[in-house]
Nanobody, 123 residues
Framework: QVQLVESGGGLVQAGGSLELSCADSGRTFGGHAMAWFRQAPGNERTFVAT????????YYADSVKGRFTISRDSAKNTVYLQMTSLKSEDTGVYFCAAHPLFPKTNYREYKNWGQGTQVTVSS
């Protein structure tokens, strides 16, 4: 069973960088597509980025394309989200999620979630 734990969130100034990590302690990470979503207060959870189980396919929301990079290290059962040129609108709780088949952009299609990590970008 996938058990996800996010880390790496924090407070950063606009224009700065952060790297989020999501580790799977359940050790079934290898066969799953992974994704990052974020949620601002009062808003629905929105798609940020996704990566196939092989790492050979990635897809990004338009709002983060060119600034964020998703990657995975199967040996460490960990997926990363490198975030650069951060903007105030990137503020929110960032969640990672696992899908047993394919990368998805709709949060309703994911059953396995981490607890989230807060990212706050000050302007």
């Amino acid at each position: 069973q996938v058990q996800l734990v996010e880390s790496g969130g924090g407070l950063v100034q606009a224009g700065g960088s952060l790297e989020l990590s999501c580790a799977d302690s359940g050790r079934t990470f290898g066969g799953h597509a992974m994704a990052w979503f974020r949620q601002a207060p009062g808003n629905e959870r929105t798609f940020v980025a996704t990566i196939a189980w092989s790492g050979g396919f990635t897809y990004y929301a338009d709002s983060v394309k060119g600034r964020f990079t998703i990657s995975r290290d199967s040996a460490k059962n960990t997926v990363y989200l490198q975030m650069t040129s951060l903007k105030s609108e990137d503020t929110g709780v960032y969640f990672c999620a696992a899908h047993p088949l394919f990368p998805k952009t709709n949060y309703r299609e994911y059953k396995n979630w981490g607890q989230g990590t807060q990212v706050t970008v000050s302007s």
